[in-house]
């Protein structure tokens, strides 16, 4: 992998910058990867467009932000609208299919994966707030790209009062992701 | 503490190299970009037995940092272009009464308030200029979260060794990217404190320079008696009208700093030993600039980078020699154009070329590949 290139676009308040930390934080610290973690946003502090992103590799990164991503993942329709022209051949699209539907025309490489994170993180863990992590375990899931032992060392490492829920949302994230891929082979 | 590593922001960074570099006092007013140092100040200050203290604004700000100074403390404050413009009076207060302390501005899109979470590097000549009167300050570019730590503490050594202020300049896209920073063993880090008088007290001449040009320090609330004044002073410290005591003093001032550049300027070549056509850049431009010389060195274009880490005092003999070296030269800077007129007064007759982006995205590597590429076939 010489260069690997993660971009989140949603809104202010969805945990697009936090997901993105997160995962720079295991890649860098547990993986022994190089990582970039860059973020853009608006002075709101709830509401506005909110972008992340990461770009992973196995040695120095130059420059900083994404050029075409890898993957992408949509939580918003502004975002999706916004970003989804950058995709790279063979990319792969990660969408919150309750926020975001497919439109417009994709490339026909282009492989999406949709994974209801904010229903999961509501109904199944209990907390909205852990939509951003119920989307990590779809994208490891997917890519591959993390190694789940090391997301599961950072959550707990990270968030020791509220451990077991983030790790619930995790485990349904890793799930819908595996059913994700699965769908898409059938 | 032994080594450390984390995975965090520029600013962070930048405060956790304070933090090792012995600052012990922070006087600030937030503002974003540059939030995350004052933030991490507060909590980190009362850890290690220093004092953060956030003023009414930020003249209070940086005249209260120069005040911890002369105490003997080693302090800081941080701060983007509105605020450092609201700073400048008072840097050339340090500037004339010879205070060491570090000024961090995490530059963002301006005039005025600009573009808040965006950045740019339109500080440049206003970190040189700002204040008025002539002058010298020593101005560092970081361009990733570990030089956020490094230069830091540089900043803080250069500060002490020459009792003049230095700026940390750096982009916003360099003070708010995350990653992995390595804090060496405390042990390992070399650090400077000003140098303080021995003389006997009824000897002492507070502005009465060594051969470095650098006269020594001596603290408030010590057996030394003193008098510093914004007003131009002689040796003993006393306010003068004289012409010659003007020259004398600001002479001094400028030539302490510009006498010793080579002693402070730092750059980094990048591909630079058999290349044609050179990239000039510093802060987030400088890593697309790396990107786009590897790429057009596939293409058999022979490109190199002069990566400026140090803007102030211009690393001018660096330009000069490069200039013989290479056919054509490319400043790439995220503004209209600022250190290329230093580049292009240096460089000549070479010819320079400018990049300009004056917003919150550096040049991209492919728009500094197409410019490389129109250069080599012109």
Not at chain 1, 88 to 103: F, M, N, P
Not at chain 2, 200 to 220: G, H, I, T
Request: aromatic letters at 6%; one cysteine or more.
């Amino acid at each position: 992998m010489s260069r690997y290139e993660v971009r989140i676009g949603g809104f202010g308040g969805q945990g697009i910058v936090t997901m993105a930390v997160v995962l720079g934080e295991t890649l860098s610290l547990i993986d022994n990867k190089y990582v970039v973690q860059t973020q853009s946003y608006g002075p709101e502090a709830r509401g506005g467009a909110s972008k992340s992103e990461v770009v992973i590799g196995d040695e120095e990164i130059d420059y900083p932000k994404v050029q075409r991503p890898d993957v992408f993942i949509a939580m918003s329709r502004a975002a999706y609208l916004e970003y989804v022209d950058g995709m790279r051949e063979g990319g792969i699209l990660i969408v919150d299919e309750d926020l975001v539907q497919i439109e417009g025309s994709l490339p026909s490489s282009v492989r999406v994966y949709k994974i209801p994170a904010t229903r999961i993180a509501d109904m199944e863990v209990g907390n909205k707030q852990t939509t951003n992590v119920v989307m990590l375990g779809a994208l490891a899931a997917i890519t591959g790209i993390v190694s789940v032992e090391g997301l599961k060392q950072r959550i707990a490492e990270r968030w020791p009062r509220f451990k077991e829920l983030n790790l619930k949302a995790l485990e349904l994230g890793l799930e819908a992701g595996r059913r994700a891929v699965e769908s898409s082979q059938t | 503490m032994p080594k450390r590593i984390m995975f965090t922001m520029g600013d962070i960074a930048c405060a956790e190299g304070a933090i090792s570099a012995g600052c012990r006092y922070f006087g600030g007013y937030p503002i974003t970009p540059a939030t995350e140092i004052a933030e991490w100040m507060a909590r980190r200050m009362p850890e290690v037995g220093g004092a953060y203290v956030q003023y009414e604004d930020e003249i209070a700000s940086i005249t209260s940092v120069i005040g911890a100074s002369w105490t003997g403390t080693k302090a800081m404050t941080a701060t983007s272009g509105p605020g450092v413009s609201l700073m400048m009076e008072a840097v050339g207060l340090a500037v004339m009464t010879e205070t060491p302390l570090v000024l961090v501005n995490i530059m963002r899109g301006g005039p005025s308030t600009g573009q808040p979470t965006r950045g740019q590097q339109g500080d440049v000549m206003q970190a040189k200029w700002g204040s008025h009167g002539d002058y010298q300050i020593i101005a560092l570019t970081p361009a990733s979260v570990q030089e956020m730590f490094d230069e830091t503490i540089r900043a803080f050594n250069l500060s002490e060794r020459y009792r003049v202020p230095v700026f940390l300049l750096a982009d916003e896209t360099v003070g708010h990217m995350r990653e992995r920073l390595v804090i060496p063993d405390e042990k390992d880090i070399k650090l400077e404190y000003r140098k303080l008088p021995t003389v006997d007290p009824s000897e002492y001449l507070p502005f009465k320079p060594d051969d470095d040009l650098v006269p020594p320090m001596a603290l408030l609330g010590t057996k030394y008696q003193f008098y510093a004044t914004g007003l131009t002073h002689d040796e003993r410290g006393y306010p003068s009208d004289k012409e010659e005591v003007q020259i004398e003093l600001i002479t001094r001032l400028n030539n302490k700093i510009l006498k010793n550049a080579d002693k402070i300027v730092e750059v980094e070549e990048f591909m630079l030993d058999d290349a044609e056509i050179a990239v000039i850049a510093y802060g987030t431009p400088s890593r697309s600039a790396k990107r786009a010389i590897k790429d057009v060195r596939q293409e058999g274009i022979r490109a190199g980078l002069l990566r400026l880490k140090t803007v102030w005092p211009f690393p001018e003999r660096h330009v000069v020699d490069l200039a013989t070296k290479v056919k054509q030269i490319i400043v790439a800077e995220q503004n209209l154009g600022q250190i290329y007129y230093m580049v292009k007064a240096a460089a000549s007759p070479t010819p320079v070329h400018l990049m300009t982006k004056p917003a919150g995205m550096p040049q991209l590597p492919q728009e500094i590949v197409q410019m490389i590429r129109e250069v080599h076939s012109s």
